[in-house]
């Protein structure tokens, strides 16, 4: 099976950043999607951001578009998610997927294997 690890979440002020990491095992890294998504109290799993198999497309939430950015390094299987600017609505548990294709997509049903998630929370 493909695992996935998250670290970098934390305790952070509102206007700070965070730069979250996932390094993925099992799979061939640079043949597939992947992406982030939030899961904050009391709601469902939000997409945050997407990118295709090799880098070349992105695609964002509208809530952090211009904040977060995506990327990858497919040498070293890892995924990672920058957070400039973070307010207190970021504060969840992040989550990163694989997903089953290649081209980027918010769409949850196209991610099959996840990893366990890193808190990120922000304070006012």
């Known amino acids: 099976q493909v695992q996935l690890v998250e670290s970098g979440g934390g305790l952070v002020q509102a206007g700070g950043s965070l730069r979250l990491s996932c390094a993925a095992y099992?799979?061939?890294?640079?043949?597939?999607?992947m992406g982030w998504f939030r899961q904050a109290p009391g709601k469902e799993r939000d997409f945050v951001a997407a990118?295709?198999?090799?880098?070349?497309?992105?695609d964002y939430a509208d809530s952090v578009w211009g904040r977060f950015t995506i990327s990858r390094d497919n040498a070293k299987n890892t995924l990672f998610l920058q957070m400039n600017s973070l307010k207190p609505d970021d504060t969840a548990v992040y989550y990163c997927?694989?997903?089953?294709?290649?081209?980027?997509?918010?769409?949850?049903?196209?991610?099959?294997?996840w990893g366990q998630g890193t808190q990120v929370t922000v304070s006012s």
């Open positions: 997927g694989t997903a089953n294709r290649r081209t980027a997509t918010g769409r949850q049903y196209s991610y099959d294997y």
């Open positions: 099992g799979r061939t890294f640079s043949d597939y999607a």
């Open positions: 990118i295709s198999w090799s880098g070349g497309s992105t």
